[in-house]
Structures are given as structure tokens and as C-alpha cells.
């Protein structure tokens, strides 16, 4: 129904920004809420970062908040993570999330598709 698409991962120093990208396509862009989630070996996957259908509100994992921004472009069906003062705890395989809903979500389980992830290495 909806395929997920990240890119925009790779290697930079501590400090430094990096925009990603998750490319929707299928039903309709607009009309899901969608969300960043982080996974490093070992670990759950962890909440990032969550934005509704409209992107008129946003929400943000205590972590990342002031570092990371979310937005959307519906035109683009293209969901993008903004992260500056990148730190090595960082480091992750990062995923794209979506699911139908007004609200924002910030749980694995609220989250019905997901992309394949792309991986971010901080270094210093």
C-alpha cells in the first residue's frame, strides 16, 4: 500500500549536519502521519521524531530536540530529518515511518509501514 524509501545517510565528524530523506509512494502522502525511528545492534528502535499528516505539528525524542527538525513536503511525498550537531551516540541505522491518522505517534507499534533504513555513522 506504501513503499518507503530512505537515503541521505553516511559519514560525518561530530558536529557536522546531514539531511535525510524518505521518498513515499501509493496511497496518498497526505494522508499519514509519519515518523523517524533509530537502530543501532543490540537495541530496540528507538523514537526520533514524529509529524502529523499536515505537518503542522511536530514531536521530538528528548535527545535530539534543539539538534534535529523534522518537516514534509506532500507535493514531493518526501519526508526529511534534519540533524546538526551531530554526536557519535547518533550513530544508527535510521528508518521512515507512516501510518493513516490525525494525530502524532510516537511508538514502534502505532507504525504500520517502514522503510529499509539508511545508515548514519558519526565519528569525531
Known amino acids: 500500500q506504501v513503499q518507503l524509501v530512505e537515503s541521505g545517510g553516511g559519514l560525518v565528524q561530530a558536529g557536522g549536519s546531514l539531511r535525510l530523506s524518505c521518498a513515499a509512494s501509493?496511497?496518498?502522502?497526505?494522508?499519514?502521519?509519519m515518523g523517524w525511528f533509530r537502530q543501532t545492534p543490540g537495541k530496540e528502535r528507538e523514537f526520533v521524531a514524529s509529524?502529523?499528516?499536515?505537518?503542522?505539528?511536530?514531536y521530538y525524542a528528548d535527545s535530539v530536540k534543539a539538534r534535529f527538525t523534522v518537516s514534509r513536503d506532500n507535493a514531493k511525498n518526501t519526508l526529511y530529518l534534519q540533524m546538526n550537531s551531530l554526536k557519535p551516540e547518533d550513530t544508527a541505522v535510521y528508518y521512515c515511518?507512516?501510518?493513516?491518522?490525525?494525530?502524532?505517534?510516537?511508538?514502534?507499534?502505532?507504525?504500520?509501514?517502514w522503510g529499509q533504513g539508511t545508515q548514519v555513522t558519526v565519528s569525531s
Open positions: 515511518a507512516a501510518r493513516s491518522g490525525l494525530a502524532l505517534y510516537i511508538r514502534r507499534y502505532e507504525y504500520e509501514y
Open positions: 509529524i502529523s499528516w499536515s505537518g503542522g505539528t511536530t
Open positions: 501509493g496511497r496518498t502522502f497526505s494522508s499519514y502521519a
